[in-house]
């Protein structure tokens, strides 16, 4: 049991801040999240110094470390952070299950911020728990033909690749085992329909997909088959874990705007910070970043661990995410609120802040699921009496 | 549960209304959005049809309402969801200040002009230094002879763009004590010297002109004062319940707009192999919200009546004004994370919703403010 950081996640960490610090900037930021724009040229940057997907390098994972670098670059700018964050998005799948080709075709372009990636998981009013995908690939020699429609896809016209849920089925209709397979943008038949007009992450597309007939070679199935639903639940709990640092960095931005400014503004004479009421407010929203950032640490500690081996505890990524959200919520709320009229106001940012964490903890996966994963856990099967 | 009582021509201007708002306000809304303010051509055609200022007698051009005529306004202006045609600050928070405290040339220049929507108004309180703390406001008027000069600068004030004339409250700056040292004047804005700002990029309310504005040795007649001098503090304070009791009125309406929204897309929006609204959680929490908005309902109702029949109801309508704009913002929090997904689209109206009612426990007092007006006179 140790609370302290390594040498090495603190100098990730001082990277990682130094980077946001030097780079982001606030009129930009302002102008992608008002024109829906993705900040390429930071992500290029920031890919170049080796920091996106920086958890994907070496031997196993370091989520850890990707928990550090989020917690920084979101609370210096919450939009280009998270946007940059969610470039390599699924590229954790190919990671830990792709073949050398892939690793070598794919995931190489992705770390080197060459093209995005994403994942494709959900289906138009499907379960929460993608038990019932229907996107189907028909097996055909080398070939896989795929039909199916996903929605809410994060990075949406921008990724060039996807990483599709769905059945394998041989050419009889047998099979339907769940499986994951890679996408190229550029495959005939893969229609991208936008989502524009976000209320937060507006630096992050989003889109619905249809595959029609799309035909992929075989070797672009990541994993054995049968493994889709397993990858997908592991990838979900590493997005639940980077998410939970996104968010969390929110918090810290926006705490540290609203302390800075409460301290400098003056109302009746004293201070804003010097009032008590805004005193404990501050207590009561460290207290919660405090709670929510050793959950996140934990479970991310917890996946870098136990993961590979199939022995992670999945109900930690979704307590974390849960709980950061609640919090991000909680302080970029109190801190527009700190902030008065000024809060209301683009140009002072905590709106922004906000808006982007309103969106995380309400975008899948989310709330009543979260909630479904801890307690299907903790409950268990019910016996019949 | 209802209180308050509409009469068939209350109910008749509503029909009006809601027709008017589906023909002239509801088609635009997206593109007032984008272009920050609304055309004042609007504006006419609501003072046109009668929907300005409704309360104010026949002599002003006005229909001889009541405040429940400004109740139906708000709840329409509501349904629409969006806050450009701002009319309840200019109807129910500005004109009020020219009815109680305007000379009669003053009245009768101004407000037939303010029933028919050639001039819109726009209060100019608040100041960069001075938000909460509006003793520690800095703009200054200076009286010469027969003029007024006018120094300072005003920030968020909504209407601020389209305004045609503003109620400033500006400080003598030889009057020491600051409570008997402000005075409000009426500016119209084509005065000299008197610049607005462009529209403030906000959170919400995106149609609404809010904006800065500037006096530069901005000279207007001394007869432009309302009320006595040094008198400013007073009729501020004293309008403010109605003030607040606007807020208190809107909250309430977004709130159960909210709810009949979320209810309704929860009926159709499948999640595997159940509908949405199946969820007990849900269900749940759409009761707890719809219990919460009910009894915000039934105490705005009161407030209303009782505003109605002149008492002083201060301290539950800052009450009010503090619960509401409250509940309200916890209503669209927890309405998106019912919606899920398709709440972080614009499309969704509750992201709108959320964004635009997030300032109601900003303005019109903060409900920090509203919490030491309630300790102040309940706990001393």
Redesign the interface.
């Known amino acids: 049991m140790d609370f302290d950081l390594k040498g090495s996640q603190k100098e990730i960490q001082k990277a990682a801040r130094e980077f946001a610090k030097g780079e982001f900037d606030k009129d930009l930021a ?1 102008n992608l999240d008002k024109e829906e724009n993705f900040p390429e040229a930071l992500w290029k940057k920031a890919a170049r110094l080796g920091l996106v997907g920086l958890h994907l390098d070496g031997a196993g994972l370091s989520l850890v470390d990707q928990v550090l670098v989020a917690e920084q670059f979101c609370a210096v700018d919450s939009s280009l952070g998270s946007s940059i964050l969610s470039a390599c998005r699924g590229a954790e799948c190919l990671y830990l299950s792709g073949d050398a080709s892939l690793k070598e075709t794919f995931l190489e372009r992705v770390l080197e911020g060459q093209i995005l990636s994403t994942c494709a998981f959900a289906e138009p ?5 993608l ?2 995908i229907t996107t189907t690939a028909i097996q055909r020699d080398k070939m896989l033909t795929l039909n199916g429609k996903k ?2 896809v994060v990075n949406g016209v921008l990724a060039g690749c996807f990483i599709v849920l769905c059945r394998v089925l041989s050419e009889d209709g047998s099979g339907a085992e769940p499986c994951l397979v890679l996408v190229e943008k550029k495959t005939k038949g893969v229609l991208i329909k936008p ?1 524009t ?5 507006r630096m992050i597309p ?1 889109a619905d997909m249809e595959f029609c007939d799309v035909a992929v070679p075989l070797s672009n199935m990541v994993g054995k088959p049968g493994t889709g639903l397993v990858q997908a639940k592991n990838f979900l709990s590493i997005e639940q874990v980077s998410k939970a640092a996104m968010v969390l960095g929110m918090a810290l931005g926006a705490l540290q705007r609203s302390l800075a400014h409460t301290r400098l503004r003056k ?2 004479n004293q201070a804003i910070a010097a009032f008590e ?1 805004t005193r404990h407010k501050f207590a009561d929203m460290a207290m919660r970043i405090r709670m929510a950032r050793l959950l996140t640490l934990e479970a991310a500690f917890d996946i870098d661990r136990n993961m590979i081996r199939g022995k992670h505890d999945e109900t930690l990524a979704a307590m974390a995410l849960f709980q950061a959200a609640k919090t991000a ?1 909680h302080v970029t ?1 109190e801190s ?2 700190l902030l ?2 000024y ?5 002072y940012e905590v ?1 922004r802040f ?2 982007d964490a ?2 995380i ?4 996966p ?3 699921h979260l ?1 479904e994963i801890v307690a299907k856990k903790l409950i268990g099967k019910i016996r019949a009496a | 549960m209802e209180i308050l009582k509409f009469s068939k021509s209350h109910l008749d201007f509503q029909e009006r209304l809601k027709t008017f708002m589906d023909r002239e306000v509801v088609p635009n809304i997206e593109t007032w959005e984008k272009e920050k303010k609304v055309p004042k051509s609007v504006w006419k055609k609501m003072g046109e049809n009668k929907f300005l200022c409704p309360s104010l007698p026949a002599e002003y051009g006005g229909i001889g309402g009541d405040f429940l005529h400004s109740v139906i306004v708000i709840k329409e202006l509501a349904r629409t969801n969006h806050n450009g045609l701002a009319a309840f600050i200019h109807s129910d928070i500005v004109v009020p200040y020219i009815e109680s405290y305007g000379s009669v040339d003053l009245k009768q220049k101004y407000l037939p002009l303010c029933v028919s929507g050639d001039m819109i108004t726009a209060v100019a309180m ?1 100041e960069p230094d001075a ?3 509006l003793a ?1 406001m800095t703009t200054t008027a200076v009286e010469k002879g027969d003029h007024v000069v006018i120094n300072g600068a005003k ?2 004030i909504s209407n601020g763009v389209n305004c045609d004339l503003a109620v400033l409250a500006a400080k003598d700056p030889k009057e020491k004590n600051p409570h008997k040292a402000v005075s409000l004047y009426l500016v119209e804005s084509k005065t000299p010297r008197f610049k607005k700002g462009e529209p ?5 309310w995106k149609s609404q002109d809010t904006a800065e504005l500037f006096f530069n040795d901005c000279m207007i007649p001394k007869q432009n004062r309302l009320g006595k001098k040094g008198a400013g503090f007073k009729m501020l304070m004293a309008k403010l319940q109605q003030e607040r009791l606007v807020c208190v009125v809107s909250a309430v309406f977004f709130c159960e707009n909210m709810l009949e929204w979320t209810i309704g897309y929860l009926k159709e ?5 159940k509908l949405a609204i199946h ?1 007990q ?2 269900r749940f929490a759409l009761v707890e919200m719809a219990t919460q908005a009910k009894m915000a309902r039934v105490f705005m109702e009161k407030l209303v009546s009782e505003h109605m029949k002149k008492k002083d109801v201060i301290i539950e309508t800052s009450m009010g004004k503090y619960y509401t704009t409250d509940l309200v ?1 916890r209503t669209s ?1 927890r309405c ?6 398709y ?6 109206p509750i ?1 709108r919703t ?2 635009d009612t ?2 109601m ?3 019109a007092g ?3 403010i509203m919490k030491e007006i309630i300790a102040r006179f309940t706990l001393s």
């Open positions: 302002a009013g499907g379960d929460p728990d038990s019932d929605e809410y989502k007009e976000k209320l937060g992450c989003v109302q009746f009421v919520v709320d527009v609120q008065g009229g809060g209301y106001m683009a140009e709106e906000y808006r309103k969106s903890e309400i975008t899948q989310a709330g009543l909630k | 608040t938000g909460s703390d520690a920030t968020f403030l990029e906000k959170m919400g929006k499948k999640r595997g192999k969820s959680a849900a913002k929090l998106l994370e019912l919606i899920g997904d709440g972080s689209l614009e499309e969704c992201a959320f964004r997030r300032v426990s900003i303005f903060t409900n920090e």
